[in-house]
């Protein structure tokens, strides 16, 4: 099924047969990056990963195809929070398909369809900190930093001087008892954001408080079905 087509990207909810076409991807040489490398895996473990990431409760998972029809990222919300209507983003290009603006358009384009056509209130991701391409690409779509947080990294072999700077080390990691950890950003866009930034009128009603919001203000629109369904 085609959510919506427009410009260079297309998106479509992700089918199994699009996920062996993740095996020709290119590789991050990054080893910060190395858990975005699509893994080495047989038919059946691709069964498995299709699973565990489309076909889950409370997630969705959608495959980023460019203007020559190949497929080169793929976004899942998960954590869909069906009465507060939030959900966490993750997003994922082929590595020879960065840098390219193809992230920004298809992450625009699929806000769209995440605030109009599933009626969502916010959205919300985590980044690292140190991924400042990943950032800028978030915050040319709006998102803002809300929090920031450190987490134990799982791979305490990399070589953080290899990999970064000195300030960008010092910027971004820490390390307590021996451990180090890696500093994140909780970034978030609601709605209200969103819809100003692209000018649009603020269609939908997406919770009580809205609703009770919207009659305090006397908003000219309260959409009943969207109410029923919280
Ligand atoms: C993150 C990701 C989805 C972004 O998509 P993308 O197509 O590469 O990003 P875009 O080209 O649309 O935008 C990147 C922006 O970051 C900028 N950028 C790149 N490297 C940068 C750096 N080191 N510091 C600051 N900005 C940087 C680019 O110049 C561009 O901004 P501009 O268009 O204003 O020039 C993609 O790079 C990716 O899949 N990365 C690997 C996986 C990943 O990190 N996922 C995110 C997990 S939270």
Redesign the pocket.
């Known amino acids: 099924m085609s959510v919506y087509t427009k410009k260079r990207v297309s998106i479509n909810k992700l089918r199994l047969e699009a996920v062996y076409e993740m095996r020709n991807w290119g590789r ?1 040489e990054s080893m910060l ?1 190395r858990d ?1 490398n699509f893994p080495n895996m047989t038919d059946k473990e691709i069964q498995q990963w299709y699973k565990y990431k489309a076909r889950a409760r409370n997630k969705k998972c959608y495959g980023i195809r460019n203007e020559e029809g190949k497929l080169i ?1 793929y ?1 899942t919300i998960r954590e869909i929070k069906k009465v507060r209507k939030l959900a966490t ?7 020879n ?11 625009l384009d699929f806000l769209e369809h995440f605030f109009y056509t599933l009626n969502m209130n916010k959205m919300i ?4 900190k140190f ?8 915050e ?1 779509c709006g998102f803002a930093i809300t929090k920031e947080f450190y987490k134990l990294m799982d791979s305490q072999d990399i070589d953080l001087e290899y990999e970064l700077s000195r300030e960008e080390i010092y910027e971004n990691f820490k390390t307590k008892k021996d451990r180090i950890h890696m500093g994140y950003y909780k970034m978030e866009l609601p709605i209200n954001e969103y819809t100003k930034r692209t000018n649009k009128n603020y269609k939908n009603v997406h919770n009580f408080v809205d609703m009770w919001k919207s009659f305090r203000k006397k908003t000219q629109y309260v959409d009943n079905n969207n109410i029923k369904n919280t």
């Open positions: 991050h990056f975005y990222g976004l983003l993750g997003l994922v290009l082929d590595p398909y960065m840098n390219k603006g193809y992230g920004t358009e298809a992450l991701l985590q980044v690292a991924n400042k391409r990943a950032i800028t690409c978030y040319k």
